[in-house]
Antibody, heavy 121, light 107 residues
Framework: EVELVESGGDLVQPGRSLRLSCAASGFTLSNHAMHWVRQVPGKGLEWVSSISWNSENIDYADFAKGRFTISRDNAKNSLFLEMNSLRREDTALYYC??????????????WGQGTLVTVSS | DIQMTQSPSSLSASVGDTVTITCRASRFINTYLNWYQQKPGKAPKLLIYLASTLQGGVPSRFSGSGSGTDFSLTITTLQPEDFATYFCQQSYMTPLTFGPGTKVDSK
């Protein structure tokens, strides 16, 4: 069964850092591009970042550029999101999601259950 | 950035009804339009990709159409498990963007 499990979400103070992880199972991670998408509970969905199968192509939303870093370790079936200089408006549930293809962003399927990041003093 | 809008923002329907949700892109996106269903407390689930292709395992009562800037998601013979929020998403260019969602609830 294909499964994505996020972890690393926490309550952190503004300006601090956090590293999210996404453990993939049931498929070969290196065959797929991967994404991070966030959602303020009860609100809409917001794309954060995407990474190709070999990490050669990476894209970020404007709010993530310069603060967030997406990475992956195919050998360990893991996806990561390093978040620095966190702001209150980064508070959200962060989902990882698989792309259909190994590069070029197309659609998200499946999604993990999400990990909650709360930025507050 | 490509802005996605959806209408209506919410609707009330009964089991057995046919429901149509529309999604509009602020510029041409060809057929790079996907639809997701999200239930409370759950992750979104892919229903349709490339505007009209049904994801495996999704019931055939769901269908999608459109190209260019105007798209629609239709649910025929609404079932109790279809009460949820539906989001469209464009993958034509980054930043990838979602519509604000349409909540379908029980009348």
């Amino acid at each position: 069964e294909v499964e994505l499990v996020e972890s690393g979400g926490d309550l952190v103070q503004p300006g601090r850092s956090l590293r999210l992880s996404c453990a993939a199972s049931g498929f070969t991670l290196s065959n797929h591009a991967m994404h991070w998408v966030r959602q303020v509970p009860g609100k809409g969905l917001e794309w954060v970042s995407s990474i190709s199968w070999n990490s050669e192509n990476i894209d970020y939303a404007d709010f993530a550029k310069g603060r967030f870093t997406i990475s992956r370790d195919n050998a360990k079936n893991s996806l990561f999101l390093e978040m620095n200089s966190l702001r209150r408006e980064d508070t959200a549930l962060y989902y990882c999601a698989r792309d259909r293809y190994n590069s070029g962003w197309r659609w998200f399927d499946p999604w993990g259950q999400g990990t909650l990041v709360t930025v507050s003093s | 950035d490509i802005q996605m809008t959806q209408s209506p923002s919410s609707l009330s329907a009964s089991v057995g009804d046919t429901v149509t949700i529309t999604c509009r892109a602020s510029r041409f996106i060809n057929t790079y339009l996907n639809w997701y269903q999200q239930k409370p407390g759950k992750a979104p689930k892919l229903l349709i990709y490339l505007a009209s292709t049904l994801q495996g395992g999704v019931p055939s009562r769901f269908s999608g159409s459109g190209s260019g800037t105007d798209f629609s998601l239709t649910i025929t013979t609404l079932q109790p498990e279809d009460f949820a929020t539906y989001f469209c998403q464009q993958s034509y260019m980054t930043p990838l963007t979602f519509g604000p969602g349409t909540k379908v609830d029980s009348k």
